[in-house]
């Protein structure tokens, strides 16, 4: 088997079946396997795998067991030759496991490949290719200051050598993945995918950013930002400087006080401003009356994207577009503009989206 999709769900059932309804779109031509590893979602997350999605296999902890541990747990489970870690609050577009494994079968010693990710909003996710975060690089992300933390010396669309990979799309051999013990589980939630690709870097291989092909993350669903958030992820961070690059007392200061003004500022995250629609634009061929009822909502629809103006929301019908039409044309879009999108996902009864990387998204049930 070539490839095996491992995407680990907590409680985001309507983001899992979007990113299911992608994943299975793009491994129509790819001998690949889905395992979805369930951390004991309270909501009805497994029922819908189980009803919507009989051929993926489902893995259902009877407890939350953190991303690295039920990672840990699908790879284990896997047959493919490639893995690819997936956040279930992503969209994939149809050709990009075919370009990135194509891509890795070009390089004889390639670690982790990532992608380039965008926001529900359009917005490239500057996570996507990062170096490692020392301790100086870390403080002075911490002080505003994230030009040495982001990988800039590729552009958005180009592909290079990049030291850190985010956790929401990592492709790699399962072989290099067991040969670095997998994700560590000391860490709970956060810093697993900074550690990741340090081990692999630190074993002889090469981490690649492939900004070819795009794909969407949400985020907000899986890394809410409030002061909780920002404890947890410098609580990993005071993990990751422990194992790889403690070395004395000046060291372990700076550490301490990058860690100390990082969770103080996860406390002041700005609430989100809600974008106000005048008018909302439905791009499919269908009959949605329904929908148009139930939400209470009038839509010009159309079957061609749109040049969209400000103020507008903007709902891609999945039943009438492909994953990579909808996601290029939302990377296309004016960022400056207050614009909303959501997608339809196929043969379904909601819309579901999100205007911030850094609040939960929304689902609108018709």
Not at 64 to 73: A, E, H, P
Not at 178 to 183: L, S
Not at 198 to 213: C, E, H, P, Q, R
Not at 322 to 351: C, V, W
């Amino acid at each position: 088997m070539k490839l095996s999709v491992i995407v680990l769900n907590y409680n985001v059932r309507y983001f899992l079946e979007l990113c299911l309804q992608s994943v299975q779109d793009a491994l129509k031509s790819i001998e690949a396997e889905i395992i979805v590893v369930d951390n004991s979602s309270s909501d009805d997350s497994c029922e819908m795998v189980k009803e919507r999605f009989p051929e993926v296999k489902l893995i259902e902890n009877t407890q939350n067991l953190g991303f690295s541990k039920g990672n840990n747990i699908g790879v284990a489970e896997s047959k493919g030759e490639y893995i690819c870690i997936l956040n279930p609050d992503t969209v994939i577009a149809e050709d990009t496991f075919i370009q990135i494994l194509e891509f890795a079968k070009s390089k004889s010693n390639f670690g982790i490949v990532g992608c380039q990710l965008i926001d529900g909003t359009g917005k490239f996710l500057p996570e996507s290719k990062r170096h490692i975060p020392t301790a100086k690089i870390a403080f002075q992300k911490m002080m505003g200051k994230s030009d040495h933390y982001y990988n800039r010396n590729i552009e958005n669309d180009d592909v290079g050598k990049t030291d850190i990979l985010v956790g929401a799309f990592m492709m790699l051999r399962r072989d290099v993945y067991n040969e670095v013990g997998g994700f560590d589980e000391d860490y709970f939630m956060y810093g697993e995918d900074i550690d990741l690709s340090f081990k692999i870097l630190k074993a002889g291989y090469s981490n690649f950013y492939f900004g070819k092909t795009s794909i969407i993350h949400f985020k907000g669903e899986s890394t809410f930002k409030d002061k909780v958030y920002a404890k947890r992820f410098y609580q990993a961070m005071a993990i990751f400087y422990r194992k790889h690059f403690e070395r004395n007392s000046l060291f372990t200061a700076m550490v301490k006080l990058a860690i100390k003004v990082g969770s103080q500022k996860g406390k002041s995250i700005p609430k989100l401003k809600k974008i106000k629609i005048k008018k909302s634009i439905l791009v499919s061929n269908g009959n949605f009356e329904t929908m148009t009822s139930k939400l209470q909502q009038p839509f010009t629809q159309v079957s061609r994207l749109p040049e969209i103006s400000e103020n507008s929301q903007v709902v891609l019908d999945a039943n009438h577009l492909g994953y990579k039409a909808i996601i290029e044309y939302m990377k296309s879009s004016d960022t400056s503009k207050s614009i909303s999108y959501r997608i339809l996902p196929k043969n379904s009864t909601f819309i579901i989206g999100s205007d911030s990387s850094v609040q939960r998204g929304e689902v609108l049930h018709f």
